[in-house]
């Protein structure tokens, strides 16, 4: 079964620094990825999602950037923080069949 | 498009008692539908999910949900609440194409 990793796990930024939080997947093969935000007391927002490496797709427009430079690694990105940015960002593969998703541990983004 | 509406955004039940988390939904087609938990500073776990086959469900920790195609919802019961159950927990509608609508949460505590 898929294991996803991700990190860090907490993170505290300033304002206007940049950001990179990796995820990467272990026991599937081309998978799809997701990016997921988590706001505090909301559900969570689809951000990004790929289907293969160098495929990426915008849910919402937002200050985020996702790439995927390897088959079961995906990487969300920022150039510059807004206070806005910060929550618990979460990570999901698809599961082999019945639409499934299995998340990652998650890391929470505090930007001060 | 499809929506996902968790009536409860709050449920405080006593340990021993019965558990009704309540969720609607809307879809274009037949959808697949999860309930994931998530417990303080952790990622997401698969409780059950539905996908076309028995309408009621049952999933880990005494958990169950039931299809009602006539009143589109699927509602999460357990008939004891544990204080290990005091978590938040999310519907969510997931397309063919693994993507996901999740409802705001609701979030249950367990008194003694």
């Known amino acids: 079964s898929q294991t996803i990793h991700q990190w860090p796990a907490t993170l505290v930024q300033p304002v206007g620094s940049p950001l990179s939080l990796e995820c990467t997947v272990e026991g599937t093969s081309n998978p799809n990825l997701y990016w997921y935000r988590q706001a505090a007391g909301r559900g969570l927002q689809l951000l990004f999602y790929s289907v293969g490496i160098g495929q990426i797709s915008s849910e919402v427009p937002q200050n985020l950037s996702a790439s995927r430079p390897q088959d079961r690694q995906f990487i969300l990105s920022s150039k510059k923080l807004l206070l806005s940015d910060s929550g618990f960002y979460l990570c999901?593969?698809?599961?082999?069949?019945?639409?499934?998703?299995?998340f990652g541990p998650g890391t929470r983004l505090t930007v001060l | 498009a499809q929506s996902v509406t968790q009536l409860d955004s709050h449920v405080s039940v006593s340990e021993g008692t019965p558990v009704l988390l309540r969720c609607n939904y809307s879809s274009s087609y037949s959808p697949s539908l999860f309930w994931y938990v998530q417990h303080p500073n952790k990622g997401l776990q698969l409780l059950l999910k539905y996908t076309s086959a028995a309408t009621l469900v049952k999933g880990i920790n005494g958990f169950e949900a039931e299809f009602k195609k006539s009143e589109t919802s699927f509602h999460l019961t357990k008939p004891s609440a544990h204080m290990s159950d005091a978590a938040e927990y999310f519907c969510?509608?997931?397309?063919?194409?693994?993507?996901?609508?999740f409802g705001d949460g609701t979030t249950l505590t367990v008194k003694p």
């Open positions: 969510v509608v997931i397309t063919n194409a693994g993507k996901s609508t």
């Open positions: 999901a593969c698809r599961g082999r069949g019945l639409n499934e998703q299995f």
